[in-house]
């Protein structure tokens, strides 16, 4: 893991994007790191623009908000579209293959715009694990299988701390899931 990991998640409403965030968050503070996470929304409570920051780091951290993220998860293809030249040099973007089409395949069979951008179909992922709502969870899982920034154990207790047991284990589906996708790609850093 690089020594602060800048992480912005994009999306819609409805995604659970927020609680994503929170949750990553949470996992990091419990992994002995440090993590800062903050989340903005618009008017619309379903299907409006949702988007999260998390900053985790082995040092303090001074300013709490992402200026640049070394590492997106767009889930939608506004999302797509507005990130996919953000990550900084060496960074990393995340993006759902189902809303965002790429001409070029790349590792694993999924769509990719270049060695730092991998396309993974995580809206027909989480309707196959039977829980839509749970796509950011399968992002985040894939996320963590790709780059260790913080370890799966840490973020399963901290999504089962936020969920009723039933619920939780919904969403632990689409985490290990995300896992499942990661695991199947190459590394594309640390």
């Known amino acids: 893991m690089p020594e602060t990991c ?7 409403g409805g995604q659970g994007i927020g609680l994503g965030g929170k949750i990553l968050a949470e996992a990091a503070v419990a992994n002995g790191l440090n993590a800062a996470q903050s989340q ?7 299907g409006g623009f949702s988007s999260a920051e998390v900053i985790i780091s082995t040092q303090e951290i001074v ?9 997106v998860i767009a889930l939608t293809s506004q999302s797509y579209e507005r990130n996919k030249g953000l990550p ?13 089409r790429s001409s070029q395949t ?37 996320l963590l ?17 936020n969920f009723s ?6 969403n632990l589906d689409c985490f290990w899931q ?10 594309p850093c640390c």
């Open 63 to 71: 300013f709490p908000l992402v200026d640049q993220p070394n590492t």
């Open 106 to 142: 790349g590792i694993a069979g999924c769509s990719t715009i270049s060695t730092r951008a991998l396309g993974f179909p995580f809206s027909l992922e989480a309707q196959n694990a039977g829980n839509p709502k749970g796509i950011t969870l399968l992002a985040i899982g894939t």
């Open 145 to 161: 299988a790709l780059t260790d920034i913080v370890k799966a154990g840490y973020f399963e207790e901290a999504l089962r701390d």
């Open 6 to 12: 800048k992480i912005m998640l994009e999306g819609s």
């Open 40 to 46: 903005s929304y618009g008017a619309q409570a379903r």
């Open 88 to 100: 900084e040099k060496g960074g990393l973007l995340l993006y759902n293959t189902v809303n965002c």
């Open 178 to 187: 995300g896992l499942t996708l990661g695991r199947k790609a190459q590394k």
């Open 165 to 170: 047991p039933s619920i939780a284990e919904a």
